[in-house]
């Protein structure tokens, strides 16, 4: 009896290891090539990948880049026209019409000069958007922008789930194509050597585009020769892994609705971990409890 | 049209800054606070060209300027405060006479010789010529006249009138 049962223990047992390597090996497959799929890659290759730097201090409210990025995007007209100062009442955030929008905030040095602060995709050195994306619609390209593709999106949102500045925008005038709306940092313009509308656009330079590394040593100096006028805080350098676009404040930059909560490693770091389970859980759990299933079921037959 | 539109903006570039009136006569009583230039022609009032695609030209009063300002170095960087410091005789004409007297403005150079008109590169931290422009500007002009940085519409009490092109695309 006893060794009858032994030798049953010692076939589950030899089975459930056969089992769990089967799983290994196919838990080891998915994950090696989600861990492709996501941008979760060292970007010291593409030292030349360009940004942008937004310089909160000179910003004066004009609403130029919204026309500007309206008209180079070819979005339709606002229903509010862009020299109307009511769209500072409500805070905003860019939308499938408005991939760029201003928003106004009391400056407290000084109350005759509101701050204004520019929302639009921050092109994340290795984006959260990207890695949530169960088609791979994004792409980080080596260029700098996060590039979204429409024909492969089938409409789930989780990037905008995933987006720590609550960017992407759902169009939601058409309920077949689904289609995801995002600033692509003007991708068509700079492949033709133009400039980005914005940065083009504004008349106060507070847009600024060009070599990410130039316009860090561009903010360090900024900050470093007139540290009365700005904090030493550059917003996008080493946030969620680097961003491209980068912002330099004379206030902390909580006070402008930035997320200052953000961590320095990646988004996709942290979810990695839980990510990778999933394959492996899916694979073992199944055969686990078909296991525990069939042993139970054995038992009951032979009583 | 596109063409006629572009032919013009690069025309209006080219002389984004033509002096129009002010060659020979000097600014007279109006200057209180920075003495006129002895050999120097102050300009009185500028026209501003260069964004004449979406605004019509500029005119910036530079008499009224001199007089409300403390000094020249107010609006023109040129005179080393904290900007990039040029040799001497690369604004003023140093001859004879200019030892004999104090040395006097002879000759400013134009925004535009540095700031160029086209984006520049960010590498080079100076600004382009549209950004040098408004920022002399937005430096007193910010929040208090012409309510430049609280509304948007301030651009256009202050100095912009839209251009023509602006206004076609207005229009239904």
């Given at each position: 009896?006893?060794?009858?049962?032994?030798?049953?223990?010692?076939?589950?047992?030899?089975?459930?290891?056969?089992?769990?390597?089967?799983?290994?090996?196919?838990?080891?497959?998915?994950?090696?090539?989600?861990?492709?799929?996501?941008?979760?890659?060292?970007?010291?290759?593409?030292?030349?990948?360009?940004?942008?730097?937004?310089?909160?201090?000179?910003?004066?409210g004009?609403?130029?880049c919204?026309?500007?990025?309206?008209?180079?995007?070819?979005?339709?007209?606002?229903?509010?026209?862009?020299?109307?100062?009511?769209v500072?009442?409500n805070k905003?955030?860019?939308?499938?019409?408005?991939?760029?929008?201003?928003?106004?905030?009391?400056?407290?040095?000084s109350?005759?000069?509101?701050?204004?602060?520019?929302?639009?995709?921050?092109?994340?050195?290795?984006?959260?958007?990207?890695?949530?994306?169960?088609?791979?619609?994004?792409?980080?390209?080596?260029?700098?922008?996060?590039?979204?593709?429409a024909?492969?999106?089938?409409?789930?949102?989780?990037?905008m789930?995933?987006?720590?500045?609550?960017?992407?925008?759902?169009?939601?005038?058409?309920?077949?194509?689904?289609r995801i709306?995002?600033?692509?940092?003007?991708h068509?313009?700079?492949?033709?050597?133009?400039?980005?509308?914005?940065?083009?656009?504004?008349?106060?330079?507070?847009?600024?585009f060009?070599?990410?590394?130039?316009?860090?040593?561009?903010a360090?100096?900024?900050?470093?020769?007139?540290?009365?006028?700005?904090?030493?805080?550059?917003?996008?350098?080493?946030?969620?892994?680097?961003?491209?676009?980068?912002?330099?404040?004379?206030?902390?930059?909580?006070?402008?609705?930035?997320?200052?909560?953000l961590?320095?490693?990646?988004?996709?770091?942290?979810?990695?971990?839980?990510?990778?389970?999933?394959?492996?859980?899916?694979t073992?759990?199944?055969?686990?409890?078909?296991?525990?299933?069939?042993?139970t079921?054995?038992?009951?037959?032979?009583? | 049209?596109?063409?006629?539109?572009?032919?013009?903006?690069a025309?209006?570039?080219?002389?984004?800054?033509?002096p129009?009136?002010g060659?020979?006569?000097?600014?007279?009583?109006?200057?209180?606070?920075?003495?006129?230039?002895?050999?120097?022609?102050?300009?009185?009032?500028?026209?501003?060209?260069s964004?004449?695609?979406?605004?019509?030209?500029v005119?910036?009063?530079?008499?009224?300027?001199?007089?409300?300002?403390?000094?020249?170095?107010?609006?023109?960087?040129?005179?080393?405060?904290g900007?990039?410091?040029?040799?001497?005789?690369?604004?003023?004409?140093?001859?004879?006479?200019?030892?004999?007297?104090?040395?006097?403005?002879?000759?400013?150079r134009?925004?535009?010789?540095?700031?160029?008109?086209?984006?520049?590169?960010?590498d080079?931290?100076?600004?382009?010529?549209?950004v040098a422009?408004?920022?002399?500007?937005f430096?007193?002009?910010?929040?208090?006249?012409?309510?430049?940085?609280?509304?948007?519409k301030?651009?256009?009490?202050?100095?912009?009138?839209?251009?023509?092109?602006?206004?076609?695309?207005?229009?239904?």
């Amino acid at each position: 009896m006893k060794e009858e049962g032994n030798g049953k223990n010692k076939g589950a047992v030899s089975r459930r290891e056969l089992l769990q390597a089967m799983a290994v090996v196919g838990g080891a497959t998915l994950i090696g090539s989600s861990t492709e799929a996501f941008a979760d890659r060292k970007l010291s290759g593409w030292p030349d990948r360009r940004g942008m730097l937004t310089d909160l201090t000179e910003c004066v409210g004009c609403r130029t880049c919204e026309k500007a990025c309206n008209q180079a995007n070819r979005l339709p007209e606002p229903e509010v026209p862009f020299d109307e100062k009511s769209v500072f009442d409500n805070k905003r955030r860019p939308t499938a019409s408005a991939y760029t929008v201003v928003n106004r905030y009391d400056n407290p040095k000084s109350s005759g000069q509101p701050l204004y602060r520019k929302v639009q995709c921050n092109h994340c050195n290795e984006p959260g958007c990207a890695s949530a994306c169960p088609v791979k619609a994004y792409t980080k390209t080596p260029e700098g922008p996060v590039l979204y593709n429409a024909d492969v999106c089938f409409g789930c949102r989780y990037c905008m789930v995933a987006c720590p500045f609550m960017v992407p925008a759902y169009d939601y005038e058409s309920a077949l194509e689904p289609r995801i709306v995002k600033c692509t940092m003007c991708h068509g313009r700079v492949a033709n050597g133009g400039i980005p509308a914005c940065a083009e656009a504004c008349p106060a330079g507070a847009v600024t585009f060009g070599k990410r590394s130039d316009l860090v040593a561009l903010a360090r100096n900024k900050v470093r020769n007139n540290p009365d006028r700005y904090l030493d805080h550059i917003y996008g350098e080493y946030e969620v892994g680097g961003t491209s676009w980068m912002y330099i404040s004379g206030v902390p930059f909580g006070q402008v609705d930035f997320p200052t909560t953000l961590p320095e490693k990646p988004l996709v770091e942290q979810a990695k971990g839980f990510l990778s389970a999933v394959p492996l859980v899916l694979t073992i759990w199944p055969a686990l409890l078909t296991m525990c299933y069939a042993a139970t079921q054995n038992k009951e037959d032979k009583e | 049209m596109k063409k006629v539109i572009i032919a013009i903006s690069a025309l209006a570039i080219l002389f984004g800054v033509s002096p129009v009136t002010g060659a020979g006569s000097g600014p007279g009583g109006t200057a209180k606070a920075v003495p006129p230039p002895a050999g120097g022609k102050m300009p009185q009032v500028i026209v501003l060209g260069s964004i004449a695609k979406t605004y019509d030209p500029v005119k910036f009063n530079h008499a009224s300027h001199v007089s409300n300002a403390s000094g020249c170095a107010d609006c023109h960087h040129q005179h080393g405060n904290g900007q990039q410091s040029l040799a001497c005789g690369e604004c003023h004409a140093i001859d004879a006479s200019a030892f004999k007297k104090s040395v006097r403005l002879a000759k400013m150079r134009p925004c535009g010789e540095c700031h160029s008109a086209s984006y520049p590169a960010a590498d080079s931290g100076r600004p382009g010529l549209k950004v040098a422009y408004h920022r002399a500007c937005f430096k007193c002009h910010r929040g208090d006249v012409g309510s430049v940085g609280q509304d948007p519409k301030g651009c256009v009490e202050m100095c912009h009138v839209p251009g023509a092109q602006a206004k076609l695309e207005k229009k239904p």
